[in-house]
């Protein structure tokens, strides 16, 4: 089975744009969560949706938004970008929220 | 309650050695504890996981110890190999959700 996408792998942007991030999980994954990594935060959760519900929030502003498609397939929205939303983004996928398998991830930069 | 703590933040070991990454817990939900090795420019990488009914797995190399007292697991990673530097992050999670809460980390360096 192919792994999880993630796309784009780079993206810079500058302070008060918007961006959206797209990942498509493993074939048959109906679980996508989504996880800012920074070097001085580390690993942090965002949210989780499961069969287009967002089923889990991590403790992010409201900027950072997402949503599921029929398809299983997921984005992430991040408006009025900050400086210190530049950070790497990964999305992992599961089947129903167990085993969780992480893409390579999305570069964002902001300027 | 949601913290996971992990040590040490870097670890040098010689080709052949023994290497032991530490983490501890406070949450007494958590019900799953995987480790993921994430090299540069790549995403986390699941290598074993571990619930708390048993006290120790092994797969390869890599085997994870857990006391469910102390609420403590560790990684060890016998036989190291410079192909195995890279940071390893464990984590837990509660096994209703998939939120996992990781490790801040551990840079390990396995020399030649």
């Known amino acids: 089975k192919a792994g999880v996408t993630q796309t784009p792998r780079y993206l810079i942007k500058t302070r008060g744009q918007q961006v959206t991030l797209s990942c498509s999980p493993i074939?048959?994954?109906?679980?996508v969560s989504w996880y800012q990594q920074t070097p001085g935060q580390g690993l942090q959760f965002l949210f989780e949706?499961?069969?287009?519900?967002?089923?889990n929030k991590g403790n992010f502003p409201g900027r950072f938004s997402g949503r599921q498609f029929s398809n299983s397939r997921s984005e992430m929205n991040v408006s009025t970008l900050e400086l210190g939303d530049s950070a790497l983004y990964l999305c992992?996928?599961?089947?129903?929220?167990?085993?969780?398998?992480f893409g390579p991830g999305t570069r964002l930069t902001v300027l | 309650q949601q913290q996971v703590k992990q040590s040490p933040q870097s670890l040098i070991v010689q080709k052949g050695g023994i290497s032991i990454i530490n983490c501890a817990y406070e949450?007494?939900?958590?019900?799953?504890f995987p480790w993921y090795q994430q090299f540069p420019g790549k995403g986390p990488a699941l290598l074993i996981a571990?619930?708390?009914?048993?006290s120790e797995k092994k797969e390869g190399r890599f085997t994870i110890s857990f006391n469910k007292s102390a609420k403590q697991f560790s990684l060890h990673i016998m036989d190291s190999q410079p192909g195995d530097s890279a940071t390893y992050f464990c984590?837990?999670?509660?096994?209703?959700?998939?939120?996992?809460?990781f490790g801040e980390g551990t840079q390990l360096t396995v020399n030649p």
């Open positions: 949450n007494t939900a958590f019900d799953y």
């Open positions: 571990i619930r708390p009914d048993v």
């Open positions: 949706y499961f069969s287009e519900t967002q089923r």
């Open positions: 984590a837990a999670s509660k096994t209703s959700g998939s939120r996992l809460t």
């Open positions: 992992a996928s599961s089947v129903s929220g167990d085993t969780q398998y």
């Open positions: 074939s048959g994954h109906r679980s």
